[in-house]
């Protein structure tokens, strides 16, 4: 039988993705350190693929710790692929301490690389980011725009972590498809703004105080139709060696201001939004992007939801996941 390795498949956007892959009747070996994953997060796929799925704590920032992790799936079953989805996700933090980015972003990224090498393992599905973009001023972001200059240390690893793949695939990948998310929502969240914002209202409800002055805009994709993209690209056939591919909805996103008051009539809706200044949250935060997602389309896919509607969901879903009441009933 086939098996999936899944990098950082005990997260947000992996613990979404394996029901998908154990629907295809393979093995998947889940390699995470538990930063910011949880292995309760998979209880839902366990219930359906069993013994199926095999979950490994290792740091895949240390080369040694990552092949040892694939010689045990190796000894599952014929590794076909391997999802990189390990990251460091807190962008301040990179900012503050750049190792943070160079350990958890880029060398999780050249040890899973070096296994792969050693155990001729061919296919790597890489999760990037809009970050690599860095801050064009709300120019329309295509796939073969450049240079890209990217303005924080998570962006700059996620780069260079494409031109590793890219000369991996030069010598040894047979394919790799590289993912550039937008932001992404849904549960189980364990970071971002809906998060954050959720957590402030715990701490006081009686106001929210917002990075920026709120008017930053970005493309949301809800995490469902994220996965659904990344599924119908890895089964599309005919696709160059190395693909660059936006992900994201067809719209130009929604502004900070927009999503502080959907959280506030949600989880607080007497509470008081208190914007900061300037069109920028953080150090290393572009405050507008707009992908193009021609490419996308033209492979055959387009979201469920648009920006607003995938916040909107996310909202309700993070909120009852907080504690704050049974969600309205929605798909997805």
Known sequence: MNVSIIAGGA??????LLPSLAAEDRHLVILDNLCRGREEYLYPVRKVAGDRVHFRNVDLSGPAG???AF???QRV???DEVWHLAANSDIPAGVLDASVDMRDTFMTTFSLLEAMKA?????LHFASSSAIYGDLDGVLLYESIGPLLPISNYGAMKLASEALISAATESYLEHANLFRFPNVVGAPATHGVILDFINKLKRDSSRLDVLGDGTQ??????VSDLVAAMMHIRNSRDLPKVFPINIGPVDEGVTVRSIAE????RVSPAAKIRYGTGNKGWVGD???FRYSVDRLRQIGWSPSRNSADAVRHAVDQIATQEGFGAAEATNG
Do not use: I
Request: charged share 10%; aromatic share 10%.
């Open 77 to 79: 079953g014929a590794v």
């Open 262 to 265: 959907s959280v506030t009539q």
């Open 66 to 68: 990552t092949l040892q």
């Open 217 to 222: 805009q970005k493309a949301y994709l809800h």
């Open 71 to 73: 010689e045990f799936a």
């Open 286 to 288: 572009v405050p507008k």
């Open 119 to 123: 155990l001729k393992v061919g296919t």
């Open 11 to 16: 997260g947000f956007v992996g613990c979404n």
